[in-house]
């Protein structure tokens, strides 16, 4: 049998040899991120979980982080990743500061920027395993906007990553309104946060929300939901239930 | 200028601590046709003359857009001037493409200088023969940047380069306190006033000189021949010394004194470098 293998040039990031240098499955992840425009600016939600697989290895994980002086990131996916990714962002604002002449990046240039990074990671066949939600406030213009591990980006006044768009959006899109109170929007995001609980595997009881305004971000010290568990619909949940086998 | 032993190279020092090669390039500029550009909170205007070498060609374009929010008038070198232009358009289109967000042309001045200047250090380079004066809109507000051969910018309210530029600059210099406030029309008005002042007597017309605006919610771009003519003629600023619509003099005496003073495309070896 002969066969003609298809030679890759020595850099290429294609074919068995070259699968050590490039991601192909993520390891410690981070889950759900939850964001919405409020009054002041924005509030995001995120637990502190880092699973490895199917196990809740990290539980001091944040997955949070401030960038510059108008722009909070948060992250789910692959959280070392995540941390290259704060690593690039860092270089950027700090060359953005070296001007030093009364210009700044602001949440919509950071977002794009990072669109491109994960884009072109995306075409090299070695993605970034993270989706992000970036918001942010600057000149008293609210901004959020999330982008993938293939580089889809869009801005919208609610976004979520993973679990959180099938759970949370639905919420977020039938009680989110425009200029919500800071009370009001940390409710809306802990109702969100709550079904998430109840229903991700990988979601842990430990959260914080952080919110970013023009006076700068600030982040709450990790706390945790009240649940409820004594349903009726919990009680015996495999009664009804018709066997597979 | 003379020529001394020490002005065959940009990397040569004279003992005076001068590089005469980046100070011929200034020359250079001196002798380009003028340009001039005037700016108040919202707008910037930039003019130019445009003599055309004969009556069978056209005129060279000296005013090139940049950007939306950035254009540039040149004096000098023209044809290094359509590089710098061609370098400062890519530098705000990968700005924009990676940002989606407007260069800001103070950072893009300083790119423009730092580029200059390279050529000021290099001994198998030479010196940007070409000033240019950028105009653009920042988060800051308006700005208008002259960018030297010598790797030096300066901001300005006004200002103006090229052959009888001192003219142009002795009557901006008695104006520009109330250029801050200007509305779009009058300033545009102002700068056509001072192309007037470089043509010694000339009769201006909207074929020998070229205008462009750029503000706050207008993007930047070169006005129509026939409306600059309507301008000039709105005005009745053609041929006449002091237009009747003029505004009162803010600082006439700081304006004699300029007018006495250096002639421009200086001929004294005493005079500092870099003066303008």
């Not at chain 1, 006044?157 to 919500?180: C, K, M, S, Y």
């Not at chain 2, 000098?76 to 800001?104: H, K, Q, W």
């Not at chain 2, 004066?133 to 910018?153: I, K």
Request: proline share 3%; with cysteine.
């Amino acid at each position: 049998m002969d066969f003609m293998a298809s030679k890759q040039p020595e850099n290429s990031l294609l074919g068995p040899e070259a699968d050590s240098q490039r991601t192909l499955y993520p390891y410690v992840t981070g889950t759900s991120v939850v964001a919405l425009k409020y009054k002041d600016g924005i509030l995001m939600a995120a637990d502190m979980g880092g699973s490895y697989g199917s196990t809740l290895r990290y539980k001091n994980v944040e997955r949070m982080k401030a960038i510059g002086k108008h722009s909070l990131l948060g992250a789910s996916g692959e959280i070392s990743d995540f941390q290259e990714i704060l690593r690039y962002l860092d270089d950027l604002i700090l060359y953005d500061n070296m001007w030093d002449d009364g210009n700044s990046l602001g949440p919509k240039e950071v977002h794009n920027y990072l669109t491109r990074v994960m884009y072109n990671r995306r075409n090299k066949f070695n993605p970034l395993w993270n989706s992000l939600v970036l918001g942010g406030i600057k000149n008293g213009q609210k901004y959020l906007g999330t982008v993938s591990m293939i580089g889809v980006n869009f801005e919208d006044d609610h976004v979520a990553t993973g679990f959180g768009n099938h759970l949370a959006r639905p919420i977020l899109r039938q009680e989110w309104h425009e200029n919500l109170s800071f009370e009001d929007g940390v409710k809306l995001l802990e109702k969100c946060m709550r079904v998430l609980l109840y229903r991700d595997r990988s979601a842990i009881n430990k959260l914080q929300i952080a919110k970013i305004t023009e006076e700068g971000m600030t982040i709450s010290q990790p706390y945790s939901l009240k649940t409820y568990w004594e349903f009726s619909a919990f009680e015996n949940p495999t009664q009804g239930a018709v066997g597979s086998w | 200028m003379f020529r001394n032993q020490y002005d065959t190279d940009v990397t040569t020092w004279s003992p005076a601590g001068r590089l005469f090669q980046v100070e011929y390039a200034m020359e250079a500029v001196k002798q380009g046709s003028a340009a001039i550009g005037l700016r108040s909170k919202t707008h910037i205007v930039l003019g130019c003359v445009n003599k055309a070498n004969s009556e069978l060609s056209s005129h060279q374009k000296k005013i090139f857009k940049v950007d939306d929010h950035i254009g540039v008038a040149i004096a000098g070198l023209t044809a290094d001037g359509r590089v710098l232009s061609r370098y400062m358009r890519n530098e705000c289109i990968n700005y924009s493409f990676t940002y989606e967000s407007p260069l800001p042309v103070g950072r893009l001045v300083v790119q423009l200088a730092d580029k200059a200047q390279v050529c000021t250090q290099r001994s198998w380079k030479r010196p940007y023969g070409v000033g240019l004066l950028v105009a653009g809109l920042d988060e800051s507000g308006a700005h208008l940047y002259y960018n030297c051969p010598s790797g030096n910018y300066f901001e300005y309210q006004a200002f103006a380069i090229g052959s009888r530029s001192q003219a142009a600059k002795t009557y901006l210099e008695r104006r520009f306190e109330n250029f801050s406030d200007s509305s779009r029309d009058d300033l545009v008005k102002d700068a056509l006033m001072a192309i007037r002042e470089t043509l010694q007597g000339e009769t201006l017309k909207s074929s020998i000189c070229t205008v462009a605006v750029v503000g706050v919610g207008e993007p930047f771009h070169i006005l129509e021949q026939e409306t600059v003519q309507q301008m000039i003629d709105a005005f009745e600023i053609v041929g006449e010394q002091e237009g009747p619509a003029a505004e009162p003099d803010a600082a006439a005496a700081a304006g004699q004194e300029a007018a006495a003073a250096d002639q421009g495309g200086s001929t004294e070896e005493g005079v500092a470098p870099m003066d303008i």
